[in-house]
């Protein structure tokens, strides 16, 4: 009896605009899969836990950064497979131990000591500029490391480490503009992904994989913003 419950409040605890944004996302995915691959089932199993983990995030709830944990593992794992160093050392080097950071700082930052919405925290001019700075250096770091390691399409790697290093931070910090980072880095990825399709049709299942992510971001950002204004209010 508590099962089905349990389902019905989770359910209920999306609005239609979020459950018809995650179904439609879900559908296209799979509709991908099957035409384009139909073979690397991990693909798949990643892209329908990173799409879930996006909507969570759009409600500020820690089970988002759970998900991001489980995605950024088998992400690195795809990305390793086609040769994207970048993309495998960003994820299970820095966006998967950074989602366990955020993570802690979402459970310790609840609203109101509801621990399924975090609170907004609004960054200062001076903190900003230190993000972007930070995410930089690290870029141009990143850059000669996989320079080295021969990583494929290497300008665009990089930048993909830019926005993947920003769009951490941010979420560390509970930031509403964490959300247009990672649409940033969806974009770079589209471009990667379909790059890689030219020699492995399979791949895009992937790039749509981040187009469906793209939306979901767009949709985070305008949640959290009203998020903000309801904490502000209340």
Request: glycine share 4%; hydrophobic share 55%; with cysteine.
């Amino acid at each position: 009896m508590k099962s089905p419950e349990r389902k019905n409040r989770l359910w209920r605890y999306f609005t239609v605009m979020e459950k018809g944004l995650w179904s439609t996302s879900a559908w296209l995915i799979i509709l991908a899969f099957f035409l384009f691959d139909r073979k690397n089932l991990l693909n798949l199993c990643a892209s329908l836990v990173g799409v879930t983990s996006l909507i969570f995030n759009a409600k500020g709830n820690p089970v988002g950064q759970v998900l991001m944990v489980l995605f950024s593992l088998m992400y690195g794992v795809i990305s390793w497979s086609f040769r994207y160093y970048g993309e495998m050392i960003t994820y299970l080097g820095m966006t998967m131990p950074m989602a366990v950071v955020a993570l802690v700082s979402w459970l310790k930052n609840p609203f109101n000591g509801n621990r399924a919405e975090v609170k907004v925290n609004l960054l200062s001019v001076p903190e900003t500029l230190f993000a972007f700075a930070l995410s930089t250096l690290v870029s141009v770091g990143f850059y000669f490391i996989l320079a080295y390691f021969h990583t494929a399409n290497l300008l665009l790697s990089t930048l993909s480490v830019f926005t993947s290093f920003l769009a951490v931070y941010l979420t560390f910090r509970r930031s509403p503009w964490f959300t247009i980072a990672y649409a940033a880095n969806d974009i770079v990825l589209v471009g990667l992904w379909a790059l890689a399709s030219r020699s492995n049709p399979s791949y895009l299942s992937v790039m749509v994989c981040f187009v469906a992510f793209l939306a979901n971001d767009i949709y985070g950002f305008i949640s959290w913003r009203r998020m903000q204004l309801r904490q502000a209010a209340a």
